[in-house]
């Protein structure tokens, strides 16, 4: 069974820069989409970037696009999410989580339930 383990976490400076890393042991070659969400307090978790496991190809929400990159290093089973020019919202729990299934479910607005396998998160905190 697959199991993820998020890193990386920690506090910025708003404009900053923060690297999050995914590793995955146990990896299964069925892994067909691995993605990053993230929750702030009081509100409900949201997709940020997934990526097709298969094709390498990326997706990100409106929010995160063009200063988030989400990646995978598939010889390290490693799935990373660089983030830059960082703002306060940006703030919160980060996961990684991964799912076996096709059929084009690797959108950051995938319903989460779609997503089995989780990790314990990273804190990411933003000062402004």
């Known amino acids: 069974q697959v199991q993820l383990v998020e890193s990386g976490g920690g506090s910025v400076q708003a404009g900053g820069s923060l690297r999050l890393s995914c590793a995955a042991s146990?990896?299964?070659?069925?892994?067909?989409?691995m993605g990053w969400f993230r929750q702030a307090p009081g509100k409900e978790r949201e997709g940020v970037a997934t990526?097709?496991?298969?094709?390498?190809?990326?997706y990100y929400a409106d929010s995160t696009k063009g200063r988030f990159t989400i990646s995978q290093d598939n010889a390290k089973n490693t799935v990373y999410l660089q983030m830059d020019s960082l703002k306060p919202d940006d703030s919160g729990m980060y996961y990684c989580?991964?799912?076996?299934?096709?059929?084009?479910?690797?959108?950051?607005?995938?319903?989460?339930?779609?997503?089995?396998?989780w990790g314990q998160g990273t804190q990411v905190t933003v000062s402004s």
């Open positions: 990526i097709d496991a298969d094709y390498g190809r990326t």
């Open positions: 146990g990896y299964s070659p069925s892994i067909a989409c």
């Open positions: 989580a991964a799912h076996n299934l096709g059929l084009g479910l690797c959108l950051p607005d995938t319903p989460q339930r779609v997503f089995r396998t």
